[in-house]
């Protein structure tokens, strides 16, 4: 009987988690070993690689935006409403596993990752990066 008890807790465990996983919505990843929440943050370093990758294609699949005139695109700015922020795409995400929390909006020189959470630029990728 006890053993029984502890085989429903741990199945009530489980169900839970998995719940708390999904509600978590598409920014928050879970392993199967282990659980392990990708969340975006307000930095993001990325190797010369990497932000060739996420420039070449990107600017394949997306149009270029003309930036605000009072808009400077630096680490640590927020996106205006005026701009079109996009989740990013998931063969990028697949290629470039920690750019998969983050969004980003494709200027015409500057490719912005942006934080979904308060729209904050955390990484700044120029062309012939």
């Known amino acids: 009987m006890k053993l029984q008890s502890i085989a429903i807790a741990a199945a009530v465990a489980l169900a839970s988690g998995s719940g708390a996983a999904f509600a978590a919505g598409p920014h928050t990843m879970s392993n199967d070993s282990a659980t ?13 690689t990497q932000k060739r990758i996420a420039w070449r294609d990107i600017s394949k699949q997306t149009s270029s935006e003309t930036a605000p005139s009072n808009f400077t695109a630096k680490v640590g700015a ?28 494709l200027l015409r020189k500057e490719l912005l990752i942006v934080n979904p959470s308060d729209k904050k630029v955390v990484n700044v990728i120029k062309h012939r990066a």
Not at 93 to 100: N, T
Request: hydrophobic share 40%.
């Open 36 to 48: 392990m929440q990708m969340t975006p943050k307000d930095n993001l370093a990325l190797t010369r």
């Open 78 to 105: 927020t996106v205006p409403d005026d701009l079109s922020i996009q989740p990013m795409p998931a063969h990028v995400a697949s290629r470039i596993s920690a750019l998969k929390p983050y969004d980003y909006a």
